[in-house]
């Protein structure tokens, strides 16, 4: 198991940090190092349409003209990230075992540490029809007719190396080299497909370097999460804090005349021209991205206007349903392994959720990467000894995480969804949500166990023994944890896999999702007699970065670099 992680118990509120958020912004990027026809992006075209209207545009028209239909066929997705590790066996891949924090055994490797409450009313594992899950999955029970549950699946143990998993899917991938053109995140590879009629295409809430034990220095440029993969309607866009996303918007809006007005001018004069150069190509497809939105936006009456804008977050009713408080629109810093504090420079979830509706109702936005503010939240590391107090024999028991979900998943998600199906898209007599899948996941998720074998055959002292037992991290990273999905083409009220409750471990599913009949699907263990089908397997990261995409009518071969397959079997019939 891995070492835990010293994460400050102390949160550092601060205001929204415009000046290093700005950091982010393409367009400060290119004033600092010299503007060309070459670097102007979507956003750039789209503020001069919108100031100066289309040009008489001859042959750029023409090769502006087989920009993406993506927009007559609408889809969104969202990613709902909890950043830390969610404890998988009170959740989607729910365990029965004994609670020995209140019952102890004399091997204490065959102890199993649950919350001091398992087993009490709130506190048990449910069943609904044929799905089984944990108490942590309770308040989202509302959503389970829309949901698949996905119980078999195995990551690994790191957080910043699964985080960008998540993300990237699953292949050779190393996180300090460069990223290359081909690869993709789940969200890029989506918004590639579906993201050029929109002004805002993919919005995300996190800083990749937020993680604490992430060297700054190692990671400048391309390497880890890169934001601009694929072409600009599908760069990441990071939304911050309403009050920032709502400024951007505004100056993309008013800002006319300036250099970058000037260099669009010239290149549309010599357009000609300029389509034929090869070092162009991202302009001329910024070029086409912002006519098409621009055609799409005037088409719809739905023009960035200020007026517009300046309501963008400011609805007093929608704040108070999603519960929004002053404070969730801060930031946070927390410091993690003793580096200096850091931060993800996002808003609580449930104000990512608001402006997630918000986005998405105005025709601004397709997909959305949510995730859990404050950074290792849910990382809930706890050491055999102080399962007990400090006389060691009155029980505590692991960190209950009840609280955290219902805050940072199942409140705003709730509202959320219902705000979703309750508003109907663009006159067409189907819901938002009808458009809609949602991916819920963590990196991994968290032990209930640990074995002392190879400590009690250690040639030390009985004390020094003990402390190493006691001192043995049992709520550890750990590659045992399931995902959920959620939305229109999801095959509702269904789950597929679990894990053994004596092994602990994911039972290896068919193509079909049912499990593998080489295995006991009580204990987990092999069947003696029975070979394991060669067509089984475990998924991980990579096969929900497929199925996100299945989901969404993408062919997720050759998106991005990820090896895995869709799991078919969680689309709807």
């Excluded at 190092?33 to 789209?46: K, P, R």
Aim: glycine share 8%; proline share 5%.
């Amino acid at each position: 198991m891995s070492k835990p992680c010293i994460v400050s118990p102390h949160v550092q509120f601060a205001a929204p940090d415009h000046t290093v958020q700005q950091r982010f912004s393409r367009r400060s990027v290119l004033k600092r190092a010299g503007l060309s026809a070459a670097a102007l992006t979507c956003a750039d075209f789209l503020g001069y349409f919108a100031t100066y209207g289309l040009p008489n545009e001859g042959r750029a028209a023409g090769v502006a003209k087989d920009a993406s239909k993506a927009g007559a066929n609408p889809h969104f997705l969202i990613y709902w990230y909890l950043e830390g590790g969610w404890e998988g066996y009170d959740m989607f891949n729910p365990l029965m075992t004994p609670n020995n924090v209140v019952n102890r055994l004399s091997k204490i490797s065959e102890e199993r540490y649950r919350v001091l409450k398992f087993g009490e009313p709130g506190y048990t594992l449910n069943s609904e029809g044929n799905l089984h899950y944990g108490y942590l999955a309770e308040p989202g029970k509302d959503l389970f007719k829309d949901m698949a549950i996905l119980s078999s699946m195995h990551t690994g143990g790191g957080h910043s190396t699964e985080r960008l998993k998540v993300h990237m899917g699953s292949y050779n991938l190393r996180q300090t080299e460069e990223r290359e053109d081909d690869e993709r995140s789940v969200m890029q590879a989506f918004a590639e497909v579906y993201g050029q009629p929109y002004v805002l295409p993919s919005v995300s809430w996190h800083w990749w370097l937020s993680d604490g034990e992430l060297n700054e220095v190692q990671y400048t440029g391309r390497r880890g999460y890169y934001h601009a993969l694929g072409p600009p309607h599908a760069h990441t866009i990071y939304a911050g804090t309403p009050s920032k996303l709502k400024s951007f918007l505004l100056k993309m809006q008013e800002e006319a005349g300036n250099t970058v007005n000037r260099e669009i001018q010239h290149f549309l004069d010599n357009a000609h021209t300029t389509f034929l150069k090869d070092e162009h190509i991202e302009a001329v497809k910024s070029y086409a991205s912002a006519r098409e939105i621009y055609m799409q936006l005037a088409a719809k009456g739905m023009k960035l206007d200020r007026s517009m804008l300046l309501r963008l977050f400011t609805d007093a009713a929608l704040r108070e349903e999603f519960q929004v408080q002053p404070s969730d629109e801060l930031i946070t810093y927390r410091t993690v392994n003793g580096n200096k504090a850091r931060s993800k420079f996002t808003p609580h979830a449930r104000v990512q959720a608001m402006m997630t509706y918000e986005l998405m109702r105005a025709g601004l936005s397709c997909a959305f990467f949510v995730e859990s503010r404050d950074i290792r939240r849910f990382d809930s590391h706890r050491s055999r000894s102080n399962l007990w107090g400090k006389d060691g024999k009155t029980p505590v028991g692991q960190t209950d995480q009840t609280a955290m979900m219902k805050e940072d998943l199942w409140d705003p998600l709730n509202t959320l969804v219902k705000r979703l199906k309750d508003t109907e898209y663009h006159g067409s007599g189907k819901s938002l949500f009808d458009h809609t899948n949602i991916v819920l996941t963590s990196e991994f998720g968290r032990s209930i166990h640990g074995s002392v074998d190879d400590i009690l055959a250690k040639k030390i002292t009985e004390q020094e023994r003990d402390k190493e037992v006691g001192g043995q991290d049992i709520s550890a990273h750990w590659k045992v944890t399931s995902a959920a999905f959620l939305g229109s083409k999801v095959r509702g009220h269904s789950q597929f896999g679990g894990v053994g409750e004596k092994t602990l471990m994911a039972i290896p599913l068919l193509p079909d999702g049912t499990l593998d009949p080489a295995f006991d699907a009580h204990t987990g263990e092999q069947i003696p007699g029975r070979t394991p089908s060669s067509q089984a397997g475990i998924p991980n990261h990579g096969d929900v970065y497929a199925t996100a995409l299945y989901l969404s009518d993408i062919d997720p071969k050759g998106k991005g670099r990820n090896d895995r397959g869709p799991l078919t079997y969680i689309k709807r019939a």
